[in-house]
């Protein structure tokens, strides 16, 4: 008989990989990851852009900042184990007009204090050396960066907690949790399933969910749709390595940017348009039922009148193919609208305070029985293995060790 069950709602990257730490580093505990689709990696996973962050972004000491750094070399090691694809192809983090500089200045000092390795600033010439269709007047080079594929990740976690005595089942929607003594009911439907203690990595629907949980109704989640433009075929060669902007700070998104991924595609973008659907992945899916929750939500309000302007540009580009490439073509000048298709989308389930603010950092809360995973976006998939070290941390030896930006 297990000494324990523990339960974990979702199987993304995320939920896996808490799952599989818990079933290597806690023998005698039986580990059940439920989850409401039929495979794994359905969602945020299944549409990652698949770069593994190197922690330039992150404020010094933030979750993000620490796990990240943490989660990439725990990633690189576990790729190399498995055989899954983890390229160093590295990035440059573009500046294309002097008032961008310092900006890039300041991004490059934050970097810094994370300890990215190998980071270094280059000038206009060494741009063209290392990407000699790239535009730009200055930039950060990362040569470590790297890109992945997350589904496969999360599959191999799926199979590392199976293998280790574990269940992963399918089709399991929650519906209603119930404390019972010395532990947890979770329903689905007329199933039940009894855990001693779980943990909540639902994604998009976390908010939902621990709400289920008697959790607090805040932060909400807003999901925002990420499209994607891929270079024809026979233009990949443009770019050889990862090509961002300099981001804008008010904003936890990194603007339009050149992918390659390890299938040997390039994509462009993603703009971030807000979807009207919690699982909106094309323009032409709305759930009533979303909308109306985002209408009821004080946040929602608060958050459109800070940046319409940046929501009506944004929608801009979603309709328009050759405003979407406005953007795009700072960075690579000689790329244009006769030069892409449309390509993929992904929503991220990025969370709200009522006041409004868009949550950049990572929280998880700890409430009882219940570890929630409550803002949980890019780079937690870099990040994953190292979230689910924290967690893991903070369900069963220090409840002080779960934080609260």
Not at 77 to 105: F, Q, S, T
Not at 117 to 146: F, Y
Not at 275 to 291: I, N
Request: include cysteine; proline fraction near 6%.
């Amino acid at each position: 008989m297990a000494d324990e069950t523990i339960g974990v709602v979702g199987a993304g990257i995320v939920g896996l990989a808490a799952a599989r730490e818990i079933a290597l580093r806690r023998p005698g505990t039986r580990v059940v990851v439920l989850e409401k689709e039929h495979e794994v990696a359905v969602h945020q996973t299944g549409h990652n852009s698949g770069v593994v962050h190197a922690g330039i972004y992150y404020a010094p000491g933030s979750m993000k900042a620490d796990l990240c750094v943490r989660g990439v070399s725990l990633l690189r090691e576990y790729c190399r184990e498995r055989g899954v694809p983890y390229e160093e192809i590295g990035k440059l983090v573009v500046a294309v007009r002097e008032d961008e500089l310092g900006r890039m200045n300041s991004l490059y000092e934050r970097a810094r204090n994370n300890h990215v390795p190998d980071l270094r600033k280059i000038s206009k010439e060494e741009i063209r050396e290392l990407e000699p269709n790239a535009g730009g007047v200055a930039a950060l080079h990362s040569p470590r960066t790297a890109i992945t594929d997350y589904p496969a990740i999360a599959r191999a976690f799926a199979k590392d907690v199976t293998a280790s005595g574990g269940e992963v089942r399918l089709g399991f929607p929650v519906t209603s949790l119930t404390d019972v003594p010395n532990g947890i009911e979770v329903a689905s439907g007329r199933e039940r399933v009894r855990v001693d203690r779980l943990i909540l990595c639902a994604g998009l629907q976390s908010d939902a969910v621990a709400k289920l949980a008697q959790g607090g109704p805040e932060p909400r989640i807003i999901p925002f749709r990420g499209e994607y433009m891929l270079l024809k075929p026979e233009k990949t060669d443009l770019v050889r390595g990862l090509i961002y902007p300099v981001p804008d700070p008010r904003y936890p998104f990194l603007g339009v940017h050149f992918t390659p991924r390890v299938d040997g595609s390039v994509e462009v973008g993603p703009n971030a348009v807000l979807a009207l659907a919690r699982e909106g992945y094309t323009r032409t899916r709305v759930s009533p039922k979303d909308l109306l929750g985002l209408a009821a939500y004080p946040g929602t309000w608060r958050m459109a009148a800070r940046h319409w302007r940046t929501g009506i540009r944004e929608y801009r580009g979603s309709f328009s193919r050759r405003a979407f490439m406005t953007d795009a073509a700072l960075y690579v000048p000689g790329v244009g609208v006769q030069d892409v298709v449309r390509g993929g989308a992904g929503v991220r389930a990025q969370a709200l305070d009522r006041d409004g603010t868009l949550v950049d950092d990572f929280r998880i809360h700890r409430n009882g029985r219940i570890t929630a995973v409550r803002n949980a976006p890019s780079p937690a998939a870099t990040a994953s293995m190292a979230i689910a070290e924290h967690i893991v941390h903070a369900v069963f030896e220090d409840a002080s060790a779960t934080r609260h930006p």
